[in-house]
């Protein structure tokens, strides 16, 4: 069977595919330690499961409108004007099956042949392949870690062209966990505005946060009628595997993602769009509860990282993964973390899954336990000693 030359373009998510070698691995009687996927550890808040039986007992079984139900959908301009200070309104709402779909939409919907759209490097690998996909040019910003992983709004500046159209902002960030201050928002609203592009903010993390307030680039002058924000469950209630997310967006993009939504997956599902109104207006201490696992677990393994020989570590600020730097190894990143997942049963991301700039790094989830995280640091250990042995 041919298939279209686009399909060539498209990449894929690493995470998944390292899972499915160490699940092999297991399977032989190989203890693996899972720091390879970008899932919270923590089983989805008692109440909200409940809420989604709840919805499938009594009926909430058919289709619903494509952009989501009325209910949820206040229910989220309320959560978003509440915490972000915006001012959307539900028509700007539209409820995807997950995150994924909104940037799949969005840019499906504004990219074509001749545009260009900048994304972080290193950065989630959807961005960069979806914009491949669309046949626009996608063009990195490099995110270092001298800067604790925020981009440098000068160099931003350098890349913009008149065919740009487009740019991704993650804040708390895959895979790195950097955050992006308000003077940052600032500037590159600034930029947006007199060069007149849109922003798809990812928020995706923004409730991992763990020092200072999460700042969107919607709030900032100009903004509201260029910017998308991308959010939804997966992360910070523990829902990956319910599917649910969702965009806010001005009025004609929320017409045009809700025609593809028609087009592909017809509607959300409907008991689970329940649940989700349960998640944002029911009692939020799971989350603080999680949230400061996370914290604990952090600490936990950046001050375990530095004391690596060969490896050092920037401390995040959101999200829940670390981004070692283990160009001291002598390594680079891909057979290092080929020889943690074989040799020393660590199930990790080489940086380079994230992009070019991801080259002498590792992504490390910590949604684990501590128990588990000693572990994998001892064998992480294990695996840089001999690297230096070896040399």
Not at 334 to 357: I, R, Y
Request: with cysteine; hydrophobic share 40%.
């Amino acid at each position: 069977m041919k298939l279209a030359t686009r399909m060539g373009r498209l990449g894929t998510e690493t995470a998944f595919e390292v899972l499915v070698r160490a699940k092999a691995l297991e399977a032989q009687g190989r203890d693996v330690i899972h720091l390879e996927i970008g899932e919270p550890d923590f089983d989805t808040p008692a109440n909200v499961v409940e809420a989604g039986c709840e919805a499938l007992r009594t009926g909430w079984t058919h289709y619903g409108p494509s952009p989501g139900q009325p209910e949820l959908r206040q229910v989220i301009v309320d959560y978003i004007n509440g915490t972000r200070g915006t001012a959307y309104r539900p028509e700007q709402v539209v409820v995807t099956p997950g995150g994924k779909p909104i940037m799949f939409f969005v840019i499906l919907a504004m990219l074509e042949a001749g545009d260009e759209a900048i994304y972080p490097d290193p950065g989630f690998p959807i961005y960069r392949s979806m914009i491949d996909f669309v046949g626009a040019t996608a063009v990195p910003i490099p995110l270092r870690e001298e800067r604790e992983f925020r981009l440098d709004v000068e160099e931003l500046a350098g890349l913009v062209t008149p065919r740009t159209r487009l740019l991704i902002l993650n804040s708390p960030a895959n895979p790195t966990g950097g955050v992006l201050d308000r003077a940052d928002l600032e500037a590159i609203a600034r930029l947006a505005v007199e060069h007149d592009f849109v922003v798809l903010a990812d928020e995706i993390y923004a409730e991992i946060l763990y020092e200072g307030e999460h700042v969107s680039i919607a709030t900032m002058p100009g903004m509201a009628e260029r910017t998308i924000i991308l959010d939804g469950f997966s992360k910070t209630y523990a829902m990956t595997g319910w599917r649910l997310g969702y965009g806010l967006m001005p009025d004609e993009m929320a017409a045009a993602v809700s025609k593809l939504m028609v087009n592909s997956v017809s509607c959300t599902a409907t008991a689970v769009q329940r649940a989700g109104i349960e998640a944002l207006t029911g009692p939020q201490d799971e989350v603080r509860k999680m949230v400061e696992a996370f914290r604990r677990r952090r600490d936990l393994i950046v001050e375990g990282l530095n004391r690596i020989p060969g490896v050092t570590c920037v401390r995040p600020k959101g999200a829940f993964y670390v981004f070692p730097n283990i160009t001291g190894t002598g390594m680079r990143s891909k057979p290092f973390a080929d020889a943690l997942l074989e040799e020393h049963g660590v199930a990790a991301l080489s940086g380079t899954a994230f992009g070019d700039h991801g080259e002498g790094y590792l992504r490390l989830s910590y949604a684990n336990s501590e128990e588990n995280l000693v572990k994998a640091l001892e064998r992480i250990e294990a695996a840089a000693r001999a690297t230096v042995a070896a040399d």
